[in-house]
């Protein structure tokens, strides 16, 4: 059972260019998370979607759009990147009601 | 606005001694909280998690974690850590009433000594 799956898992850009980053769940919850982590600042989110069709912004979502373009899947486009992008990127996925979430291992992103 | 702050940064114990890492939250109503380990590389894994009741919960690896509303505090505790112990901790809260927008703390990143 993969959970949570994100790729790429290492993306190296250079300023301007683009990228989606891919997140698919198998639990079939509804709700899914992306967050960035930069050291000393834990966790951030950037886009929440709370099921299929809704997206909701996060603590730090300039920068960035998001798709959820269905149960299992919720990209994050960065259509112009920035060295400030640069992060660990990490996708969750979350029960019904009050539950846990569940991440991917992390897409580290690094934009020179 | 709906906070979790973890006061330490770095924690280093010695392999067998007890362990305990402080988070304190902001939160308007009961809260439900959350303590998630990362290993180095890899992604977040639940510890352990209050929602009501019994304020001492036990979670996975031996961990256990206190709910005190009167200190607003949620602190996880190990009695005797194991050298695979060390790893970043982080506390997490929902963002507010009626939103399951989750608020991590910065994290511990835990030092054992051999």
């Known amino acids: 059972n993969a959970g949570v799956t994100q790729t790429p898992k290492f993306q190296v850009l250079k300023t301007g260019q683009s990228m989606t980053l891919q997140c698919a769940q198998d639990?079939?919850?509804?709700?899914m998370y992306w967050y960035r982590q930069d050291p000393g600042m834990g966790l951030r989110l950037i886009y929440y979607?709370?099921?299929?069709?809704?997206?909701d912004k996060g603590e730090v979502p300039n920068g960035y759009n998001v798709s959820r373009l269905n149960k299992r899947e919720f990209s994050l486009r960065l259509e112009s990147a920035a060295p400030s992008q640069t992060s660990v990127y990490f996708c969750?996925?979350?029960?019904?009601?009050?539950?846990?979430?569940?991440f991917g291992e992390g897409s580290r992103l690094t934009v020179l | 606005a709906q906070s979790v702050t973890q006061p330490d940064i770095h924690i280093t114990v010695s392999e067998g001694a007890s362990l305990e890492l402080r988070c304190n939250y902001s939160y308007g109503a009961t809260p439900y909280l959350f303590w998630y380990v990362q290993s180095p590389g890899q992604g977040l894994q639940l510890l352990l998690k209050?929602?009501?009741?019994?304020?001492l919960v036990q979670g996975i690896k031996g961990f256990e974690a206190e709910f005190k509303r009167s200190q607003s505090s949620f602190n996880l505790r190990k009695p005797s850590v194991h050298w695979s112990d060390a790893a970043e901790y982080f506390c997490?809260?929902?963002?507010?009433?009626?939103?399951?927008?989750?608020?991590f703390g910065t994290g511990t990143r835990l030092k054992v000594l051999a």
């Open positions: 639990m079939n919850h509804n709700s």
């Open positions: 997490a809260v929902p963002g507010g009433s009626g939103t399951y927008k989750y608020i």
């Open positions: 969750a996925a979350r029960t019904s009601g009050r539950g846990e979430l569940f």
């Open positions: 209050y929602f009501s009741g019994d304020t």
């Open positions: 979607s709370a099921s299929e069709g809704t997206t």
